[in-house]
């Protein structure tokens, strides 16, 4: 059963793993969601704060993406 339920719920990153993926600081990212420019994070309990990491890979290709168009 648990097994079924890891493949069913997205998975969550904290701003340390958000950070080591995108190579920012977990206070530049912060920031940057504040603004509009990457994901919003979702309140897990308390003070505690997560990324679903669909939305970070997204994020991430998106990047990408423009990187490659630009350089056409």
Do not use: D, H, Y
Not at 56 to 61: L, M, N
């Amino acid at each position: 059963m648990e097994n079924n339920l890891n493949n069913e719920l997205p998975r969550l990153l904290r701003a340390e793993e958000v950070a080591r993926c995108i190579g920012m600081s977990k206070n530049s990212i912060f920031r940057m969601a504040r603004a509009g420019k990457f994901p919003k994070q979702i309140r897990v309990s308390g003070q505690t704060t997560a990324w679903l990491e669909s939305e970070v890979r997204e994020w991430i290709a998106k990047r990408v993406k423009e990187r490659n168009e630009a350089s056409k």
